[in-house]
């Protein structure tokens, strides 16, 4: 029986649906990454899994236990809130010790505790401050010793990162890991950074508009992504769109874009290859697309370049193909980066077909 | 932003000038004339300031038989409601308007935490407690009166303080309100989150720190009940005097003609206000528009 | 994309400076913007970007400089008389106007006559695809549509020059992608000169003819993107440009003359031809992508622990121990997971060595340092 | 009244749920004191009654409307009516116009601009009666206005400004404008220093002049404040008693009742209790439903 199983779940406020049929269970001992743009929904599903807010529908389980209608304190979970929500007027110790003092522990082991998480997060020297005095750092630090304080069945983490810069993010999340790893933490962890959910979670949902859209490996997310939205939002430079039509391909079933075949090898394997509808879409990461000044065998295609994004670490070239934009991918050297024509070469993938008025990939 | 030229800067600041002189001068009038002698009352030209400044007026104010044995002097009789000293007036004031302060203050923070954190009544029930303030208490004053003299409240401690409690609750209501708002809930959360009930979260933390907003709400209301006159007029027959009341009372009865005495009682009555209403001056504005707009 | 035309200087700063109680904000600005250039003002938060563009405007008053477009000098012009194009951060779109009359708004103030008006106006909403928004109120759009208001308002007036102050800050980053590369289009289009600040490295390498990397209200660098990232002048340059951050990795330089040896705490001893450094304590500068990675060691190479795992689809980062601190190294997909042991090693020719006080940097092919 | 409460399971739940428990001690409070007189007010207004006849109100004879009736063609109540909503319009014109002008002279900082706006908002801090009672000084015959007057003027000038039946609703309208401009002064410049500066920095780099930003742009942004404001002062301006019971109570011979004069007069001098009554409901009536469409524009900001 799963840690936390969420089943048919609705939030709205006033006329706003913040949160539409969302359903998704969570392992013990998980690390899950919910990831999704700015107001997506993903602050109002943490305040409903905490119970902070009661949703118009819809059924919590934490370790199978309903507890959809009960008080917060009563569900033992942490949530760690985006604005770190410190208690402005209890100094660094007393933010720490207050789950422990409120649940009735002895005095003697909350010190010891607090001076245990001290150490641990490196913070022993802010304890008795005041939180207006803390550097960002050690603000989100104290917060979440404050989180880890009590054992709590579930940690969640509401988009704790944003407001730093980028060495103390890489300190943190591999501090986020380790309490992961050394407590044996069920944790879910809230971002709008799609290289962060990435790069840190053992399963990824992606919502968007209060709907989900896609849970998985970040594997699954990236090579199968199951709607537009997904390949979009996840990966950068996002992936290019190509409108196609399905054809013969001697003899096999194959696709044309922009008046060019291309044979589709593993097209017979879908059972749904029959339903294809003729108009479809054809989804190319960047990175798949082989690009060189010249024809070759591997860059049999001619298009020409529209603008070049020079970025560094990677340049970004836009093709004009058929109607389309095609983006390519290339290493920071490479040759071609006026405006010319150039060539290039790729293999379509079966599984990035999309049916562009669902926008949901074929499977 | 723009580099003003210097007539326009010169011109702007006399505009000032003179905007505060006609604010500060009827006060200023009212202050001068209560230092002045009796024959310096009603002089024509009136005098401007008096070069022989006395305290006499002020001692009238607060002895009565000081006050007869003056009245005497200029062969009128005084008029029997100002023979009572003044301190009856500033206890009954203060009774009145601490008790009122403190009832409107508590009820007010019960019902605007409800409305705040409970949305208690949905959007619109807020807006109702307006309307209590929208009616002319002329109004409402007439039906009281009945109502009080059946439920033997008139003239009576009482009955002044609930009504005073009643028409500043929409006030304090509205003004808590905003405080709340300004505390972000996620505090709140916080502490439900770690091991707390929703209304044990709300003492420990959003309280404390909404005790400074409760205080200048309390301090406007104290201004509110303290300069209330028309309630005092009609709901008091003599048992319970107000400062309002003993100021009106000092001009009608003497039909005005007593300006000393009369300036005195007037400059120490209006005294706490200034002083309470300059404590609070950042939030007046938020307590006049009921919260709506903040400096 | 090289830059523009050689074509006439439209703005000129000759050592404007700005001083706020005692802090020099923007210290000796002499930047130089050709016609139908777009140069980029970089540099993290309170760096004086915005600053300089708040005096080019003409909203500050500069402590001592001059400001000069098309050669004349506008420092003590008031801004409703420099003709300079401006969108802010938030847009400032006029919410009690429609859409319509934002774009006439500034037509209006000059007097242009109606029929002109209309034309011009209409071009552009052509232009910027706010033909179906004409009608809409200024105060419900969403920000992409704010954005092209902002623009295309400004853009009606034909501006002399246009200042953006970050117009994509409070976008998604999917939607910032699309709309660098219409910003762009519509500048080229219009040969409009443009001064850019930005926070965000990516926008200004993408977009920018040449980037100005400011910090602590110095112009550190003024040059192209590519020059910007691959000849950095010094550390601050080359630590904020690049994503992820580049290495630096302490080093000791040993030896004189001609044969200088470097040597770090786990590669010893490596030939460097610079020649005029003397010994001492020094940084390597060297970026993710340099770093050759493998399973098993090669030749050069020292083990290392992989600490965490940035996974950017098309690529991951590897954060592994070196010595005392952490290094980054780009590798394929799948390469290695967290606490796996790889070998690591990289080219000298691919480092930039930098001195530790000053943060000047010295590069093999340059006599003395890139102050 | 089922907010989107969840106190329910509180340990000591009896009916009344935790949320509304809270609200009731205020709820209750107005009532008593605001609803249940409204009530005895539509039975009073139906019937003749003056406490002079000693008998108890609930006694009294029934007269249908016709107190209503009587109102409709009484010359003093439709005069102070028309009175009482003259003083409004002229004492808001009034106040808007000045606080206007004052908050633009404090828009920019200046050495003395604290100091100057605690001054200007001294008239605020002052008890009504004492302001009335400071009019009342100013305005007698022989007080300082009419020295100013004669001063200027050159010849004696003592006019008894409080007893004539027209003149002397300027002391009461000065009075009220006088302590309550600071007010409306404290709001518009609240609204001022609110407004967007980027929205005017953007109007003025796109080369307007100072008037077309006023009008173009800073007017109807404020719009949503001024309204406010208005709304306001027009409801404590209709109310206005301290300053007409101090400086005239009315006289001479009811010239200068307002509403609420004219039914303090009415119930506790004349002692026509019922009648009033009628008039009381009357006003009621029109006020609360004026109120509450002009409170629209507070709904809309609160």
Request: glycine share 6%; hydrophobic share 45%; proline share 5%.
């Amino acid at each position: 029986m799963s840690q936390l199983s969420v089943k048919g779940l609705n939030v709205s406020y006033d006329d706003l649906r913040a949160l539409v049929d969302v359903e998704f269970a969570v392992e013990e001992g998980e690390f899950f990454c919910i990831v999704g743009p700015t107001n997506a929904g993903k602050s109002t599903l943490l305040k409903t899994i905490a119970g902070l807010t009661h949703p118009d529908s819809g059924t919590v389980l934490l370790k199978g236990q309903d507890v959809t209608r009960s008080q917060p304190k009563d569900r033992n979970v942490s949530l760690l809130f985006q604005n770190i929500a410190l208690f402005p007027n209890l100094t660094g110790f007393e933010n720490i010790a207050f789950p422990l003092r409120t649940a009735g522990v002895a005095e003697s082991e909350v010190t010891s505790r607090v001076k245990e998480l001290g150490d641990m997060l490196k913070i022993g020297h802010v304890l008795d401050r005041l939180p207006k005095t803390f550097s960002g750092g050690e603000q989100q630090r104290v917060a979440i010793g404050r989180s880890i304080a009590k054992q709590a069945n579930l940690l969640m983490l509401d988009e704790p990162l944003t407001n730093l810069d980028a060495r103390i993010r890489t300190v943190l999340r591999i501090e986020f890991k380790e309490i992961h790893r050394q407590l044996g933490q069920t944790v879910i962890y809230v971002t709008h950074d799609q290289v962060e959910a990435m790069s840190m979670s053992d399963r990824i949902a992606v919502l968007h508009e209060g709907r989900l859209q896609q849970i998985g490996t970040p594997d699954e997310i990236y090579n199968r992504p199951a709607t537009r939205f997904v390949a979009e939002f996840i990966g950068q430079p996002p992936m290019s769109f190509l409108n196609a039509e399905l054809t013969q391909v001697n003899g096999a079933v194959g696709i044309e874009i922009g008046g060019i075949r291309f044979a589709m090898p593993g097209i017979g394997q879908t059972k749904a290859h029959a339903a294809l509808p003729d108009k479809l879409a054809l989804g190319v990461r960047p990175e798949a697309v082989r690009v060189a000044p010249a024809q070759s065998p591997e860059t049999p295609h001619q298009a020409e370049i529209i603008w070049v994004e020079h970025l560094g670490s990677m340049s970004v070239l836009d093709l004009r193909f058929g109607h389309d934009t095609l983006r390519v991918k290339v290493a920071p050297n490479n040759p071609i980066s006026a405006e010319q024509t150039a060539w290039f070469g790729f293999e379509p993938r079966s599984d990035h077909l999309l049916n562009p008025e669902t926008n949901l990939f074929f499977r | 932003m723009r580099q003003q030229k210097t007539w326009q800067t010169v011109l702007k600041r006399t505009a000032v000038i003179v905007a505060a002189v006609f604010a500060f001068f009827p006060i200023y009038w009212l202050i001068s004339t209560s230092f002045k002698p009796f024959d310096e009352w009603a002089n024509w030209p009136p005098i401007w300031l008096t070069d022989n400044p006395t305290l006499q007026n002020y001692r009238i104010v607060f002895f009565p038989d000081l006050a007869r044995e003056f009245a005497a002097q200029q062969d009128g009789s005084l008029d029997y409601k100002v023979s009572g000293s003044a301190w009856n007036a500033f206890k009954g004031s203060a009774i009145v308007s601490v008790a009122a302060t403190i009832i409107s203050v508590a009820f007010g923070t019960l019902a605007a935490y409800s409305i705040v954190r409970f949305k208690t009544g949905g959007k619109n029930y807020p807006f109702q407690f307006l309307t209590v303030r929208m009616v002319p208490p002329i109004a409402v004053v007439v039906p009281m009166v009945v109502l009080f003299s059946i439920l033997k409240l008139s003239d009576t401690y009482f009955g002044l303080i609930l009504a005073y409690s009643a028409f500043t609750l929409p006030f304090s209501i509205w003004m808590i309100r905003s405080f709340i708002d300004d505390v972000p809930a996620e505090l709140e959360g916080a502490a439900m989150i770690h091991g707390m009930g929703q209304f044990r979260a709300f003492l420990t933390v959003t309280l404390p720190l909404v005790k400074g907003g409760i205080l200048s709400t309390a301090l406007f209301i104290f201004i509110l009940n303290w300069s209330e006159f028309l309630f005092a007029l009609v709901l008091t027959a003599g048992n319970v005097v107000t400062v309002t009341l003993q100021v009106a009372n000092y001009v009608s009865a003497s039909s005005g003609k007593l300006y000393g005495v009369q300036a005195a009682m007037g400059t120490i009555s209006t005294l706490p206000v200034i002083i309470f209403g300059y404590m609070i001056q950042r939030h007046i504005v938020r307590g006049l528009t009921f919260g709506a707009i903040k400096r | 994309m090289k830059g523009a035309d050689s074509g006439d200087v439209k703005l000129e700063l000759r050592n404007l400076r700005k001083v706020f109680d005692g802090v020099e904000a923007v210290k000796e600005s002499n930047l130089v913007l050709k016609r139908g250039e777009f140069l980029s003002l970089l540099g993290p938060s309170g760096c004086g970007k915005s600053t300089t563009l708040a005096m080019i405007a003409g909203f500050l008053e500069p402590t001592s400089g001059e400001i000069l477009i098309d050669g004349n000098p506008v420092t003590h012009v008031p801004v409703q008389k420099r003709r300079i194009g401006l969108v802010f951060q938030d847009y400032a779109i006029f919410t009690k106007m429609s859409v319509r009359k934002n774009l006439l708004f500034g037509l209006e103030a000059q007097k242009i006559p109606r029929v002109e008006r209309d034309k011009a106006v209409d071009e552009f909403a052509e232009k910027l695809n706010l033909k179906g928004l004409m009608k809409a109120h200024g105060g419900d759009l969403n920000m992409s549509e704010m954005q092209r208001v902002a623009l295309a308002r400004v853009l009606v007036t034909k501006p002399e020059l246009l200042l953006l102050d970050e117009p994509m800050s409070n976008l998604d980053a999917a939607l910032r992608a699309s709309l660098r590369g219409e910003l762009k289009r519509i500048q080229k289009d219009l040969g409009q000169t443009v001064l850019y600040v930005t926070h965000d490295q990516i926008e200004a390498m993408s977009m920018s003819d040449r980037i100005a990397v400011m910090n602590l209200g110095e112009n550190l660098q003024v040059a192209s993107p590519d020059e910007i990232y691959h000849r950095p002048k010094n550390r601050f340059v080359a630590e904020f440009i690049g994503d992820p951050p580049i290495n630096m990795i302490s080093c000791r330089v040993a030896g004189s003359g001609g044969s200088l040896r470097v040597s770090t705490e786990a590669h010893k001893d490596m030939p460097f031809e610079i020649t005029a450094v003397s010994p001492g304590d020094y940084l390597l500068g060297v970026r993710a992508h340099h770093i050759m990675a493998a399973h098993g060691a090669f030749q050069g190479s020292i083990a290392a622990v992989v600490k965490l795992v940035e996974n950017f689809g098309s690529e991951h980062v590897l954060h592994v121990t070196y010595g005392q601190d952490l290094m980054t190294v780009m590798v394929r997909p799948g390469f290695a997971r967290a606490g796996d042991s790889v070998h690591v090693s990289f080219d000298l020719k691919d480092a930039h060595l930098v001195d530790r006080s000053s943060g000047a940097i010295y590069r093999p092919d340059e006599r003395e340092a890139a102050a | 009244m089922s907010g989107k409460s969840f106190g329910e399971d509180e340990p000591d739940m009896n009916r009344i749920p935790f949320n509304i428990r809270l609200v009731l001690p205020a709820q209750l409070t107005i009532m008593a004191i605001v609803v249940v007189p409204t009530v005895i007010l539509l039975w009073l207004a139906h019937t003749d009654w003056q406490p002079t006849q000693n008998i108890p109100w609930f006694d009294a004879e029934f007269y249908w409307f016709w107190n209503f009736y009587d109102l409709w063609y009484d010359e003093r109540f439709i005069n102070s009516v028309f009175r009482t909503l003259f003083v409004v319009l002229v004492c808001i014109a009034a106040e808007l116009f000045l606080a206007l002008g004052l908050a633009l002279l404090f828009l920019d900082e200046w050495p003395w601009r604290k100091v100057a706006v605690s001054i200007i908002i001294l008239p605020m801090m002052i008890i009504p009666v004492d302001a009335a009672n400071a009019f009342f000084m100013l305005f007698n015959e022989r007080g300082p206005v009419n020295h100013l007057i004669t001063v200027v003027t050159g010849d004696v000038f003592e006019f008894s400004w409080l007893s004539h039946p027209t003149w002397a609703m300027v002391p009461i309208m000065l009075a009220e404008i006088w302590q309550w401009t600071p007010l409306m002064f404290l709001l518009v410049l609240t609204g001022l220093m609110n407004l967007p500066e980027n929205q005017i920095r953007a109007a003025i780099g796109l080369g307007a002049s100072p008037a077309r930003i006023f009008f173009r742009v800073m007017l109807p942004l404020l719009v949503p404040v001024i309204s406010i404001a208005i709304v306001i002062r027009a409801i404590e301006t209709f109310k206005i008693f301290d300053p007409v019971y101090i400086l005239t109570r009315g006289q001479p011979g009811g010239a200068t009742e307002t509403i609420s004069m004219y039914m303090y007069n009415g119930a506790f001098v004349y002692f026509r209790m019922g009648y009033i009554a009628a008039a009381a409901l009357l006003v009621l009536f029109v006020v609360v439903s004026i109120c509450l469409v002009l409170s629209k524009p507070l709904r809309k900001h609160g």
